[in-house]
């Protein structure tokens, strides 16, 4: 069973920048995939982005969000960061990290079998 939990989220004006963490408990994290996705008020859940495990170790945004956000991991640390700059009022949303054994980083919430609790970003105009 692997834990995650998320950080970093707050409160920022629109054009500003955010780093959302996720700690994983996983002792070999390099093992796993590790995603974002968010959901707004009223809306689905929705892909941010992924990066697999260390042995395929590409990354994969939202086509609507590729330019401003950024994910990346440090294997070292068990964890996963989501760095957003230009930030809008529409990335305002529930941010939730995932993570998936062996994973290649899919866009499908499905495909992960880990999930954090979620952290707010409230982005203001």
């Known amino acids: 069973q692997v834990q995650l939990v998320e950080s970093g989220g707050g409160l920022v004006q629109a054009g500003g920048s955010l780093r959302l963490s996720c700690a994983a408990s996983?002792?070999?994290?390099?093992?796993?995939?590790g995603a974002w996705f968010r959901q707004g008020s009223g809306n689905a859940r929705e892909f941010v982005a992924a990066?697999?495990?260390?042995?395929?170790?590409?990354?994969y945004y939202a086509d609507s969000l590729k330019g401003r956000f950024t994910i990346s991991r440090d294997n070292a640390k068990n964890t996963v960061y989501l760095q957003m700059n230009s930030l809008k009022p529409e990335d305002t949303a529930v941010y939730y990290c995932?993570?998936?054994?062996?994973?290649?980083?899919?866009?499908?919430?499905?495909?992960?079998?880990?999930w954090g609790q979620g952290t707010q970003v409230t982005v203001s105009s």
């Open positions: 990066v697999g495990w260390s042995g395929a170790a590409g990354t």
């Open positions: 995932a993570a998936q054994q062996y994973g290649a980083g899919s866009r499908r919430a499905g495909s992960y079998a880990y």
């Open positions: 996983a002792r070999t994290f390099s093992g796993y995939a």
